[in-house]
């Protein structure tokens, strides 16, 4: 059963559109909630994290949403570029008991058109 | 800035035959992962590691074993290996202060294909 459910699974945007990947979970345990990019033959890289207590984390065209209520957080990518173009994973951790131990999303592969 | 080495980057095994993976961890990182993704998968928690001692388990089969030395380094080894084991493995290492929020840093990985 995937814990965290990510949306959607491949996404195809225009250079300089907005890309938009979505998340939801059940466990109320998790309190951070990082997303990471992954290039083809690479190990994914830390891309911006947020805990539940702040609605919103912007840095650069990369903002990810929190809806604590919900259980559900988004990743906005702003003037996508073609150079975005990877597979996107946002994951959860339950901090304090499990150092680092992440529960991924099934992942969106971005493609951004030139 | 140094990043977290794994060895081999490809290896190609046989059913029931043994594997070794090798991860070298960011210099003063005091944590270390080990994660398999399968074909376009997400990638599993296997194991951790906090100052050379076991801190964590996870979906890792009992064929499956690891450890970490003296110097740091960490070894998943595979044994009776089976084609599902197929995948890229990753190791990542982290400060416990930073893995606490979900930041790790991962190696290139290791693909591990059973034949």
């Known amino acids: 059963q995937q814990q965290v459910k990510q949306s959607p699974q491949s996404l195809i945007v225009q250079k300089g559109g907005i890309s938009i990947i979505n998340c939801a979970y059940e466990?109320?345990?998790?309190?951070?909630f990082p997303w990471y990019q992954q290039f083809p033959g690479k190990g994914p890289a830390l891309l911006i994290a947020?805990?539940?207590?702040?609605s919103e984390k912007k840095e650069g065209r990369f903002t990810i949403s929190f809806n604590k209520s919900a259980k559900q957080f988004s990743l906005h990518i702003m003037d996508s570029q073609p150079g975005d173009s990877a597979t996107y994973f946002c994951?959860?951790?339950?901090?304090?008991?499990?150092?680092?131990?992440?529960?991924f999303g099934q992942g969106t592969i971005l493609t951004v058109h030139p | 800035a140094a990043g977290v080495i794994q060895s081999p980057r490809h290896l190609i095994k046989e059913k029931r035959e043994t594997a070794t993976l090798k991860c070298y961890p960011i210099?003063?990182?005091?944590?270390v992962y080990w994660y398999q993704q399968g074909p376009g998968q997400d990638p599993q928690f296997l194991i951790s590691?906090?100052?050379?001692?076991?801190?964590d388990k996870g979906s890792i089969p009992d064929r499956f074993s690891a450890q970490q030395f003296s110097d740091y380094h960490s070894e998943l080894n595979m044994s009776s290996l089976e084609l599902g084991d197929s995948a890229l493995y990753f190791c990542?290492?982290?400060?416990?202060?930073?893995?606490?929020?979900?930041?790790?840093?991962f190696g290139e990985g290791s693909r591990l294909t059973v034949l």
């Open positions: 990542a290492s982290s400060s416990l202060v930073r893995a606490n929020t979900g930041e790790l840093f």
């Open positions: 466990n109320t345990a998790f309190d951070y």
């Open positions: 947020i805990r539940p207590d702040v």
């Open positions: 994951a959860a951790l339950a901090g304090g008991t499990s150092y680092g131990k992440l529960t």
């Open positions: 210099p003063r990182h005091d944590t």
């Open positions: 590691f906090y100052e050379k001692m076991q801190s």
